[in-house]
């Protein structure tokens, strides 16, 4: 069975409004990066679209990633 090599997938990340512009690629990249590594992934493309309010305070923002798979060790 070919299984391929990378995944695309999809994840809100939410973060404070207040948010510096500056640092915000970084923070959402660090979001990401850390999710997929809880399943032994690593990203190898990310891309975010337009933050959206979410709650007082808080801005949703739409990221699509695309990941490597893990490599299973035999």
Do not use: C, K
């Not at 070919?2 to 690629?25: I, K, S, Y």
Request: charged letters at 20%.
């Amino acid at each position: 069975m070919n299984v391929p090599d990378t995944r695309t997938g999809h994840m809100d990340v939410f973060l404070p409004q207040a948010l510096e512009a500056a640092v915000l690629d970084a923070v959402i990249r660090l979001n990401v990066t850390s999710a997929l590594a809880r399943t032994g992934e690593s990203p190898v493309t990310i891309e975010y679209g337009t933050g959206q309010p979410h709650s007082p305070g808080v801005t949703r923002w739409p990221v699509t990633y695309t990941a490597d798979r893990p490599r299973i060790q035999a």
